[in-house]
C-alpha cells in the first residue's frame, strides 16, 4: 500500500509541477512587457536542427532588431528534470539575454521517460554543431559562444563544456569537440549535475517527501534501466576527478538559492572548478528557492540577472563585430 500511495503522490506532483510552470508560462506571455518588439527583439520561431521534423529537434531565436554585425551568441538548454517543460516555457531566457544584445538559441530537446539518457544530451550535442555551423545566418557569432541552462538544462549545459573540452569517445561528444568550438563562458544555474546519486541530497539532510519525490523521479526518468557508460549523466563527477582537459574550460558563472534542495551540487561544482584552475563564480542567494532567477519580477531575480549579465560583460561585450 505504501508503494502505491508513493507512486499516485509521485505522478501527482509531476503532473502538478509541470502544469502550474507551463501555466505561469502562459500567463506570462500575456503582459504587455512580454512582448519582444517592446525590448527591441525579434523572435524567429520552431527552426530545425536535426533532419527529420520532429518538435524535439526545434529551437527558436531571439535577437536584437538593431545588430550591425554579429553578436555574441547563447545557446540555451531549459529545465524541467529532464521530463517537462520546453522552449516555449523558457521564452523568458531567450528574451532576456537577446535585449542584452545577444543572439539566443533557445532549444527543444527528447524528453524522457520516453528518450532516456543519452538522448537529451545526444540532441544538444546536435544543436550545438548546427549552431556552430549557422550561427552567422542569424547574425550571431559563433566565436563568442555562451552555454547556458537551469537545473536540468545546467546539467547538459555542463555536460555540453564538457564535450567541447574533452576529446571522449561518445559519438555525440566528438560532434562538439569536432566542431572546434569551444564555449567561452558557461552559465550552469542551480543544476542536478549527479543524476545516478539521487539519495545524496537526503542523506545529507531530511528533505520533505514531495522534493525527495521529485528527485528521484529525475534520475529514474532519465537513467533508470540505462546500462553502459552514464559519465555524462554526472558531468559533475567527471569534473571532481580531476583530470586535465584536452582544451582549456571556459569561466564558469553559477548561482542557487540557498533554499534550493540541489544546492550542494553548485557547491561541489564550484569546488571541483578551482581545482582544476578554472575561473569560477558563484553566488548563493539567501532564502532563495530552485529557479527563483525566473520570476525576473522579484528584487533577487533581478539583482541575479545583472551580476551574471555583468560578469559575462567581463568575459566578452555583447557589442556587435562587423561581419565578414
Do not use: C, N
Given at each position: 500500500m505504501n508503494k502505491t500511495i508513493q507512486r499516485l503522490r509521485v505522478r501527482a506532483g509531476g503532473a502538478l509541477i509541470e502544469g502550474v510552470s507551463s501555466a505561469l508560462a502562459r500567463l506570462g506571455r500575456l503582459h504587455p512587457r512580454a512582448n519582444p518588439a517592446r525590448h527591441g527583439v525579434e523572435v524567429l520561431r520552431d527552426i530545425p536542427y536535426r533532419a527529420g521534423g520532429a518538435?524535439?529537434?526545434?529551437?527558436?531565436?531571439?535577437?536584437?532588431?538593431r545588430r550591425d554585425?554579429?553578436?555574441?551568441?547563447?545557446l540555451y538548454v531549459h529545465g524541467g528534470a529532464f521530463r517537462i517543460l520546453s522552449k516555449d516555457t523558457h521564452w523568458i531566457m531567450g528574451l532576456a539575454f537577446a535585449r542584452r544584445g545577444y543572439v539566443v538559441f533557445n532549444i527543444n530537446y527528447r524528453l524522457a521517460p520516453r528518450h532516456k539518457f543519452p538522448a537529451a544530451l545526444e540532441d544538444a550535442c546536435e544543436a550545438y554543431a548546427w549552431v556552430v555551423e549557422n550561427a552567422a545566418r542569424f547574425d550571431g557569432d559563433a566565436g563568442r559562444l555562451i552555454l547556458a541552462g537551469e537545473s536540468a538544462g545546467a546539467n547538459l549545459a555542463t555536460a555540453l563544456a564538457l564535450c567541447a573540452a574533452y576529446r571522449r569517445p561518445e559519438p555525440f561528444?566528438?560532434?562538439?569537440?569536432d566542431s572546434g568550438v569551444s564555449p567561452v563562458a558557461v552559465i550552469p544555474a542551480c543544476g542536478i549535475l549527479q543524476v545516478t546519486d539521487p539519495g545524496r541530497f537526503e542523506r545529507r539532510k531530511g528533505l520533505p517527501p514531495w522534493v525527495a519525490d521529485r528527485i528521484y523521479e529525475t534520475s529514474r526518468g532519465y537513467i533508470g534501466g540505462v546500462a553502459g557508460n552514464l559519465d555524462l549523466a554526472d558531468p559533475l563527477v567527471v569534473l571532481e576527478r580531476g583530470d586535465p582537459p584536452d582544451r582549456p574550460l571556459p569561466p564558469f558563472y553559477t548561482f542557487v538559492g540557498t533554499r534550493d534542495p540541489l544546492l550542494d551540487d553548485t557547491r561541489r561544482l564550484h569546488a571541483a572548478l578551482t581545482r582544476l584552475g578554472v575561473r569560477s563564480e558563484v553566488r548563493y542567494v539567501p532564502g532563495e528557492p530552485h529557479?527563483?532567477?525566473?520570476?525576473?519580477?522579484?528584487?533577487?531575480?533581478?539583482?541575479?540577472?545583472?551580476?551574471?549579465?555583468?560578469?559575462?560583460?567581463?568575459?566578452?561585450?555583447?557589442?556587435?563585430?562587423?561581419?565578414g
Open positions: 518538435e524535439a529537434h526545434t529551437l527558436d531565436v531571439y535577437r536584437p532588431v554585425g554579429r553578436r555574441p551568441v547563447v561528444a566528438a560532434t562538439v569537440f529557479a527563483f532567477h525566473a520570476m525576473v519580477w522579484r528584487p533577487t531575480a533581478a539583482a541575479t540577472w545583472r551580476d551574471k549579465l555583468q560578469f559575462l560583460d567581463e568575459i566578452i561585450s555583447p557589442r556587435a563585430e562587423p561581419a
